[in-house]
């Protein structure tokens, strides 16, 4: 599954959205740490910057 900020890749891409959903439900395991992944808060940082990008560049693109 991918989603993109502005949710355009295809069918299942529900943009930003998407992001917060993932970021909302996903527990790290193992594999996470194994893989050196970024922690949850470097993520929901991450969604907090492309929501502000995407509300410049079009304000009717916005969650």
Do not use: N, R, Y
Request: hydrophobic residues 30%; contains cysteine.
């Amino acid at each position: 599954m991918t989603h993109t900020p502005l949710g355009g890749s295809g069918l299942g891409d529900h943009g930003i959205k998407g992001f917060q959903d993932f970021a909302e439900s996903h527990q790290c395991s193992h594999i996470c740490h194994e893989l050196h992944l970024c922690t949850m808060d470097e993520i929901k940082a991450t969604i907090e910057q492309l929501e502000h990008q995407v509300d410049e560049s079009d304000p009717e693109l916005g969650v």
